[in-house]
């Protein structure tokens, strides 16, 4: 069991409200890790922490046994730590193919261009991004969307755009926020094909999500957040019994097709 991401004593605040509040967890290499909770529990947050788009007020972020606490996003990402984001963040007249070749380049079309004028050995290169770019979207099952400006495909479709730019990379640690959010329930289940298929390759994932069907059919463990701190952990059977979690996140009672009482956002689903 080797560790791929540990947090020790974690802290955001912002002003006076404490976002993350001392989050302890470990996430096993090879695993996809679940991060539930009610809205405003500092899902999000925790995920900036990682990815390095907000500093931390307190604690620990170690990668590999590394400790990346004060590393820029730019070098996390380049030491194999990718995202997608709640919101989506696609150009939305570039096409898909050209999304994803985004992951392996820099952020901006403009290099995309710049590499298009360069020597014969970059050009070379510029096609193995190509291919890359392309066998990616094909692991999402839109190979024949490749070429379509990414904003006129349906969102379903534009969330695994944006899942294929983040794993392009083959990162080490990927993390999803939110990814099933506006998906239906036949493009729920092909993002949970896909997660099984991304963790079967080896790669290790850290899962934002409140749809409790794809939580359940993908994660090996989960922690739960609820005010900022770490209410629980475990495997998904031991989550869904913890009687904690039901009164704070998943509700008693609950019956498929329902957000549950009381439960600020658990999806629930009947079986598929
Ligand atoms: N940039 C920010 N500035 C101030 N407050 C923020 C900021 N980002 C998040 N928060 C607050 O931190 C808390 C946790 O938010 P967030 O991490 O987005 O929760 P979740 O993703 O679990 O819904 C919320 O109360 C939210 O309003
Ligand atoms: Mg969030």
């Not at 529990?41 to 170690?62: D, E, F, M, W």
């Not at 099984?196 to 899962?207: F, H, S, V």
Request: with cysteine.
């Amino acid at each position: 069991m080797t560790e791929r991401l540990g947090i020790a004593g974690l802290s955001r605040r912002f002003g006076g409200l404490v976002a993350v509040d001392a989050v302890d967890m470990e996430i096993v290499a090879g695993t996809v890790h679940g991060l539930i909770g009610p809205n405003g529990a500092g899902k999000t947050t925790l995920l900036n922490l990682v990815s390095g788009h907000l500093p931390a007020s307190a604690g620990r972020i170690r990668l590999d046994g590394a400790d990346i606490t004060r590393w820029p996003a730019e070098r996390r990402a380049a030491g194999g730590v990718c995202r997608t984001f709640q919101n989506l963040k696609l150009f939305r007249d570039m096409s898909a193919l050209e999304n994803v070749m985004i992951g392996l380049h820099g952020q901006t079309r403009c290099e995309i261009w710049q590499a298009l004028l360069r020597t014969p050995a970059q050009r070379a290169e510029e096609r193995a991004i190509v291919e890359r770019a392309r066998g990616a979207l094909d692991a999402v099952g839109l190979a024949n969307s490749l070429d379509l400006a990414a904003g006129t495909l349906p969102y379903g479709l534009q969330r695994l755009i944006e899942i294929a730019r983040a794993c392009v990379a083959r990162p080490k640690l990927l993390l999803l926020d939110e990814p099933a959010a506006g998906l239906n329930g036949p493009e729920r289940r092909r993002l949970v094909g896909l997660i099984r298929t991304l963790r079967a390759d080896g790669m290790t994932i850290m899962l934002v999500e409140h749809h409790m069907d794809v939580v359940m059919a993908t994660c090996d463990r989960i922690t739960v957040l609820n005010y900022g701190k770490k209410l629980a952990d475990g495997t998904p059977a031991e989550i869904r019994q913890h009687p904690e979690v039901i009164r704070a996140y998943l509700g008693a009672g609950v019956r498929p097709g329902s957000t549950p009482p009381g439960a600020p956002r658990a999806v629930v689903h009947a079986p598929a």
